[in-house]
């Protein structure tokens, strides 16, 4: 029998990651973004239990300025796998109207999405949160453990990170702290879109080109998925064939024009491109280092 | 992201196609800050266009705010991560890079090379298929060369390429670079007699910075007829020995959905298994035959080592997490005492005797360490004596564990050799090692099976055996309440025995000091006596001062549950030190002993003990009498 390529290498280390888990963990939960990295996660989850049910539940935090179209993709989804899925939302920030147009995009993402994490994941007391991110996106995730320890306030400490030695994962911690599990570490983008392509793996209609209403606000396309976009003088939405590259809150994440309608189209233009992943999103613009501050503070 | 390849733009399809074969390669990067190693994987990412548009332009603007290369390209800045990092212009942590090329995906492990990152090199260096050592041109051959080679090699890598650097600072002579590349088959040669595997040794000419034999051959060096770097990493052989060795894998998770589905899930370390195979489950060696190779994609026939399966067997046998399915005719060790190097990774120094966690696999146990045979000096590899290991120090030990674990030698399998320790109350990853063979003494001496019980001589002595374990500062009133404990009990009738810290060490504990490691093994053999007596029936009274929290935890583990009660004797250390009944304090202070607990050395009180007194508030008498009453109220003295 011959070698196993590249990605199966890195399927069978995610699977193995997620069954310590699943063995070693009192509480485990898996973060569902709806994105295309979590629709990876989440395919690897459900091959590393089979023919079991997913041991764990799924959350959401939804900021409620999601794409309309993730949030009906997740329903059906979760439907579809008889996933138990829990939504969480910021009811305190709800109360408090906070958006991205009125409060902006830092006090937004810090409220509704990196509070509203915290709080779902003290609610429900679980120990082990499993997320989607991929050391390649971004340098401080580089360095980032696969089985990254947050303090009792959710705080990562780079510092003080335990080595990660072959493929034995200590996950003892004390009672109060919890740890985030990076399944997909090791994949990048490409591994990411030719693993969806390969296995056939269902993706939010978002990420393929098509017309949609877009205003062009400072250099970024913005869809106007909603009648909550309040429009400035002499803006009027266009319609655009668009697709986005990254999902998060509608009114943070910028569409690029393509005519890309098909994954193999989708990965042709990634291939081509020549800008990173995350310039889409706006979080990381502000200073060369605030992922890594966001981090710190508790942003997964 | 330009690929090199054409065929992205003319046929996306068959691009796709010819990448889903691609295979991968893990390699670690050694060398200083100096020799240019961030720079050498910054140039690998930028010559295989793994760099962006919008991250060339930062590490433009970054170049020329904190870069060192005026105004040249500072490859460096796109790998040191953390902000820290780039303030202090050091990589102080393990970082991973991804890359690809046509044939191959790449992933990196970028470790700094300081004798202090000993672990953070080893790190790296566990999941690595090849390693990279980086030499200076200009310098040669140095201290840090062989370290990082020794290190390679302890982990098991089997191949190496000699990455000789800054050729362009000694004008790509290619008599500088033969005589470093004899002067370190010498040093292959010495490490070879000294018992460390060989590894293969490829050698290449090249110069970071300016790009010479990164990717395309140096016109600078025609005299140099090899592979350029990259060609090299994409066409050397990457493990396939794997698949040859004996089938072994560990069992993860017990894949439970419904009372007809049973199966077991895990990845496979070596070999390769069929469905209709035997295999023998150890430990507890039973055979069966696999029924099924489950997964979501439909059932295998086969299946190979690297992939993670869910294996079905035909018989109903019972099987948990940390079992090991192997080739029936050829089943890995099992043993629960074994010869393992260590590389200690904590501040905190191993200290023999003490008790750890052990991982190894889906494997658990409570292990401890003997004194080291002999430590490495990782700059020469000479052996030193060693009486414990410090950070960073890689020691030669023997291993005690509380059960049976399957293992084979890490030389012939690294998942089912390798192990990780774990201290017990920071749950911090303190150690790592590799087992090399198992120790035979324990599995020759069998326990003797004796037909009167503890539990009959206790019940003739109308008691429930104890440890009374008094912990506390010197001069606190251990021995005075355990003495006067011991007199109450014995007028009622019970049986005791008063285990004196001074008085042990008359006898047993004769050749024991005062250091760390002499007070660890002091406790480990005074909770053997007090399990032996507490074996005989006895209350047994322990008066120790006993001022490690892991140690007092070793004797409660190693007791039955609810014959451990630990009782703190909490006397402030200036009352004990006013009290200085045996005038140790005044000798301690004037410097005269030394590692005198609450002063030079210290105390860890209790943080749940069974019973607390303080003979600052209260007396010797009313002490001994409120333990009376816990022992009533715990029924020990029936």
Sequence with gaps: MKRLTHLQKLEAESIHIMREVAAEAENPVMLYSIGKDSAVMLHLALKAFYPSKLPFPLLHVDTTWKFREMISFRDNLAKEIDADLIVHKNEEGIVQGIGPFTHGSAMHTDIMKTEALKQALSKHKFDVAFGGARRDEEKSRAKERIFSFRSADHRWDPKNQRPELWKLYNTRKAPDESIRVFPISNWTELDIWQYIHLEKIPLVPLYFSAMRPIVERDGTLIMVDDDRMPMKPNEKPEMKMVRFRTLGCYPLTGAV???????????????????????????????????????????? | MAHQSDLIESDIEAYLKSHEEKSLLRFITCGSVDDGKSTLIGRMLYESKMIFEDQLAALETDSKKVGTQGQDLDFALLVDGLASEREQGITIDVAYRYFSTDKRKFI????????????????????????????????????????????????????????????????????????????????????????????????????????????EQSPKMPWYKGQTLLAHLEDVPVQQADIEKPFRMPVQWVNRPNLDFRGFSGQISSGSIKVGEIIKILPSAKQSVVKSIVTLDGNLDQAIAGQSVTICLEDEIDISRG?????????????????????????????????????????????????????????????????????????????????????????????????????????????????????????????????????????????????????????????????????????????????????????????????????????????????????????????????????????????????????????????????????????????????????????????????GVNTAEMSAETAADHILLTLEERGILI
């Design chain 2, 108 to 215: 990196v492990a970028d470790t700094p090379g300081h004798e202090q990152y000993t672990r953070n090199m080893a790190t790296g260096a566990s999941t690595a298929d090849l390693a990279i050592i980086l030499i200076d041109a200009r310098k040669g051959i140095l201290t840090q060369t062989k370290r990082h080679s020794f290190i390679a090699s302890l982990l098991g890598i089997r191949n190496v390429v000699l990455a000789i650097n800054k050729m362009d600072l000694v004008d790509y002579d290619k008599a500088v670079f033969d005589q470093i590349v004899l002067d370190y088959q010498a040093f292959a040669t010495h490490l070879r007699e000294d018992g460390v595997v060989p590894f293969e040794i490829v050698p290449i000419p090249l110069s970071a910075l300016k790009g010479d034999n990164i990717i």
């Design chain 2, 323 to 611: 079992d090991v399915f192997c080739e029936a005719g050829k089943p890995a060790e099992v043993a629960n005492q074994f010869e393992a190097t260590i590389l200690w990774m904590a501040e905190e120094p191993m200290l023999p005797g003490r008790s750890y966690l052990m991982k190894t696999g889906a494997q658990n146990a409570r292990a401890t360490i003997t004194v080291p045979k002999f430590k490495v000096n990782v700059n020469t590899i000479e052996r030193l004596p060693a009486t414990k290991l410090e950070l960073n120090e890689i020691g030669e030990c023997n291993i005690a564990v509380d059960r049976k674990i399957v293992f084979d030698a890490y030389d012939d399998n690294k998942d089912m050799g390798s192990f990780i320790l774990i201290d017990r109350l920071t749950n911090a990853t303190v150690g790592m090692g590799m087992l090399r063979f198992a120790l035979r003494r324990a599995s020759n001496i069998h326990w003797q099976a004796t037909d009167v019980s503890k539990s009959t001589r206790s019940a003739m002595k109308t008691q429930k055996p104890a440890v009374l374990w008094f912990t506390g500062l010197s001069g606190s009133g251990k021995s005075t309440i355990a003495n006067l404990l011991e007199k109450k009990l014995t007028a009622m009738g019970k049986h005791t025995y008063l285990l004196d810290g001074d008085n042990v060490r008359h006898g047993l504990n004769k050749d024991l000091g005062f250091t760390d490691a002499d007070r660890v093994e002091n406790i480990r053999r005074v909770t053997e006596v007090s399990k032996l007596m507490v074996d005989a029936g006895l209350i047994t009274l322990v008066s120790f001062i006993s001022p490690f929290r892991s140690e007092r935890q070793m004797a409660r583990a190693a007791m039955e549950d609810g014959e451990f009660l630990e009782i703190f004797v909490d006397t402030p250390l200036e009352v004990a030190e006013s009290r200085d009944v045996k005038g140790l304090y005044k000798k301690a202070r004037a410097g005269e002993i030394k590692n005198f607990t609450g002063i030079d050395s210290p105390y860890e009180p209790p943080k749940n003990a069974e019973i």
């Design chain 1, 257 to 300: 024009e393509s005519e890309a309608t098909t994954l193999p189209q989708i990965i042709q233009e990634m291939l081509l491109t020549t800008s990173s992943e995350r310039q889409g999103r706006m979080i990381d613009h502000d200073q060369s280092a605030s992922m890594e501050k966001k981090k710190q503070e508790g942003y997964f």
